[in-house]
């Protein structure tokens, strides 16, 4: 995700080249780059919901460590689903000027962490996309989809919300002391089909 560029200066928020910079949440910061020492992209299919509030997520709890941060659409971009916004908003964490981005417009090798959001590997096989699940770490978080099952009263959205934050969390501890990352067998995704999968 980056902001909205209507939002700021006027100009495009993306740079197929560089890096971004963006006023992300509870950030002013470049969200991610050469000046971060570890970058992570966040992938689901249309980066519109999980994606969205992972990355939302790690911006905020990143403090002052060297982690830059982004998420994009494995097919495309479309728009930030707007109970993503409210459940995130509920937590302090801001992403109503998010765009959803689409995974083209970044460049692989720029990003040291990368995490699947709901099992979408599978989609990443092509040519022009495999080079992301070739990354130092590659990760599947399999997370369940809100907008599919949410009955309404954004219960879901809440749980998963809060499941996000808990495993980015997690993600930090583990950047701090990448021996963590050993402990346990990396959780690629080969196979998996994400379905409908919107996030």
Same mark, same amino acid.
């Given at each position: 995700?980056?902001?909205?560029?209507?939002?700021a200066s006027?100009?495009p928020?993306?740079?197929?080249?560089?890096?971004?910079?963006?006023?992300?949440?509870?950030?002013?910061?470049i969200a991610?780059?050469a000046d971060?020492?570890?970058?992570?992209m966040?992938?689901c299919n249309h980066?519109?919901c999980?994606? /969205?509030? $992972?990355?939302?997520?790690?911006?905020?709890?990143?403090?002052?460590?060297? @982690?830059? @941060?982004?998420?994009?659409g494995?097919? !495309? !971009?479309?728009? @930030?689903k707007?109970?993503a916004?409210?459940?995130?908003?509920?937590?302090?964490v801001d992403?109503?000027?998010?765009?959803s981005d689409?995974?083209?417009d970044f460049?692989?090798g720029d990003?040291d962490i @990368?995490i699947s959001c709901?099992?979408?590997? $599978?989609?990443?096989?092509?040519?022009?996309?495999?080079?992301?699940? /070739? /990354?130092?770490?590659?990760?599947?978080?399999?997370?369940?989809?809100?907008p $599919?099952i949410?009955p309404?009263?954004l219960?879901?959205?809440?749980?998963?919300?809060?499941?996000?934050?808990a495993?980015c969390?997690?993600?930090?501890?583990k950047?701090?002391?990448?021996e963590?990352?050993?402990?346990?067998?990396?959780a690629r995704?080969?196979g998996?089909?994400c379905g409908g999968?919107?996030g």
């Open positions: 995700a980056s902001l909205d560029p209507c939002a006027g100009r928020p993306l740079n197929r080249l560089g890096a971004v910079v963006v006023m992300g949440a509870s950030s002013s910061k991610h780059g971060y020492t570890t970058n992570v966040f992938l980066n519109s999980r994606s /969205q509030m $992972a990355d939302g997520w790690l911006r905020e709890l990143r403090g002052d460590a060297s @982690v830059g @941060v982004a998420s994009a494995i097919v !495309g !971009g479309t728009a @930030v707007p109970g916004i409210t459940v995130m908003g509920e937590s302090g992403i109503s000027k998010f765009t689409d995974v083209r460049r692989a990003f @990368v709901c099992g979408c590997g $599978a989609k990443l096989d092509p040519d022009d996309l495999k080079a992301w699940k /070739q /990354q130092e770490r590659f990760f599947d978080w399999n997370l369940d989809d809100p $599919a949410d309404g009263d219960s879901e959205y809440r749980r998963v919300r809060d499941e996000i934050k495993k969390e997690d993600l930090l501890r950047i701090k002391d990448p963590l990352f050993e402990e346990e067998a990396p995704s080969s998996m089909n999968c919107m």
